[in-house]
């Protein structure tokens, strides 16, 4: 039999409601802050990427999917920022739509390692704003993600913010460190030492327990900002405290893109284990013209799904119940109830009704595995009648209600309305 391709999951009929219920909130959410759904292509032009992402981060080093045909190399696109970019540089949105708001929900794929809370194939949500460099923007976009954490009933979070300052700031900074590491390679992981020579911001926030004892006795403030960038932060963090933002400076906080440029951030949660950030962002001010666009600032943050899911409280994944299941005895009944079935539908009523014919035991236990929050039973005296048995599958009450009063009561109860 085959198998799944190992960091990849099904996600099943049981468990797509949770995906629907954070789907709906993300997009509710997004419209209030007049954000636009966006949805571009899974598969890139891998250059996209090593372009965006830049060579040295380990995404494009070890984890892209690559996809050859013929002379062209693709990639399973392993992020969603740098493909939209693209879009707005190659639908021309930086001429017609100005200052531009779009979110996107989608699979991203990486070849990592697969353990709890990191996959293969998984899911961001995110969003991008791309043609303004103002710090307002930031808080307001960090803000938003607080918001849409609290909308999933989510606690216990942390967002961790620092500034990367602008080009010439990092390339200070990664002087600076460069100095101070030089004389402790030996003390680093192997990962590090490559890091050292290709990428040395990434040894701040590397896991392994060597080189945090390295990293803590480095003396890292934000001196290496230049005033401007200074400025931009001291504003992004008022705005912040204007919006009753908990959030914490954390000069250590560096990100394995090379795009990011001045304010980044990351949000973890303590019960995801090692991998336990939910998302992250940050402004990538250069993108635009790297890709070849104007010089415009931008920014954007991504959660992923499937650690969203971990932490969000059980009420909140569980799909209330709303099923009404319909258990007919004899022919005539299993007629009658194929057009109540119908009615039901139409007025908007989840409903369905066990097609075999299973004796009563056997329906009532069909509608206990499928959740049914009403079972209602016709047989022949409800026939007679012209009524049906409501049964309460939470009190366990029953009674008779009439054909003609059905689809009022039932509504009562399933939507409380
Ligand atoms: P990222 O930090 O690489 O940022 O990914 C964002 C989030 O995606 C992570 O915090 C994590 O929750 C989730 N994630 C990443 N890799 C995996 C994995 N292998 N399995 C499960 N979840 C994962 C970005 O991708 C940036 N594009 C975010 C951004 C948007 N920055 C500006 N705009």
Redesign the pocket.
């Known amino acids: 039999m085959f198998k799944k391709t190992p960091g990849t999951k099904d996600i099943l009929p049981d468990e797509v409601s949770s995906w629907q219920t954070i789907e709906e909130t993300t997009r509710n959410i997004f419209s209030f802050y007049n954000y636009k759904e966006i949805r571009p292509p899974i598969i890139e032009e891998a250059a996209l990427f090593n372009r965006s992402l830049g060579e040295s981060a380990e995404i494009v080093q070890k984890q892209m999917f690559l996809v050859k045909k013929d002379k062209d190399v693709y990639a399973l696109r392993p992020?969603?920022?740098a493909s939209i970019v693209r879009a707005y540089l190659e639908n021309n949105l930086d001429k017609t739509a100005g200052l531009i708001k779009v979110y996107y929900i989608g699979p991203m794929f990486?070849a990592?390692r697969p353990q709890k809370?990191?996959?293969r194939q998984?899911h961001?949500l995110?969003c991008?704003v791309i043609g303004s460099q103002v710090p307002y923007l930031d808080a307001e976009i960090i803000s938003l993600a607080d918001n849409l954490l609290k909308a999933y009933t989510i606690e216990g979070y942390e967002i961790k913010i620092n500034s990367l300052g602008c080009t010439k700031d990092k390339k200070e900074f990664t002087e600076v460190l460069r100095k101070s590491l030089k004389d402790k390679i030996p003390k680093l992981c192997d990962d590090c030492k490559v890091r050292f020579k290709t990428n040395v911001l990434r040894i701040l926030d590397c896991k392994n327990e060597g080189c945090i004892e390295v990293v803590k006795k480095l003396d890292i403030r934000q001196n290496h900002l230049c005033p401007e960038c200074k400025g931009h932060f001291d504003k992004v963090k008022e705005g912040l405290d204007s919006l009753n933002i908990d959030y914490k400076v954390n000069p250590y906080l560096v990100r394995g893109?090379d795009y990011y440029t001045r304010t980044v951030f990351e949000i973890i949660h303590g019960d995801l284990g090692a991998q336990n950030?939910?998302?992250?962002?940050?402004r990538?001010d250069n993108l635009v013209h790297d890709l070849g666009g104007p010089s415009t600032g931008a920014i954007?943050?991504?959660?992923?799904i499937?650690?969203l899911l971990l932490v969000a409280s059980r009420e909140y994944r569980v799909e209330s119940k709303k099923l009404v299941y319909i258990i007919t005895l004899g022919e005539d009944a299993k007629k009658e109830g194929l057009k109540l079935l119908n009615n039901l539908r139409r007025a908007g009523i989840t409903s369905d009704t066990d097609y075999e014919d299973k004796s009563l035991k056997g329906a009532l236990r069909r509608a206990n595995d499928l959740s049914a929050r009403l079972v209602l039973i016709i047989g022949e005296d409800e026939l007679k009648k012209g009524a049906v048995a409501l049964k309460d599958m939470v009190s366990g009450e029953q009674k008779e209600v009439k054909q003609e009063d059905l689809i009022k009561s039932l509504k009562l109860i399933v939507t409380g309305q």
């Open positions: 992020e969603g920022t990486r990592e809370g990191r996959l998984f961001h995110g991008e893109l950030a939910l998302g992250a962002g940050g990538y954007g943050f991504a959660f992923g499937e650690r």
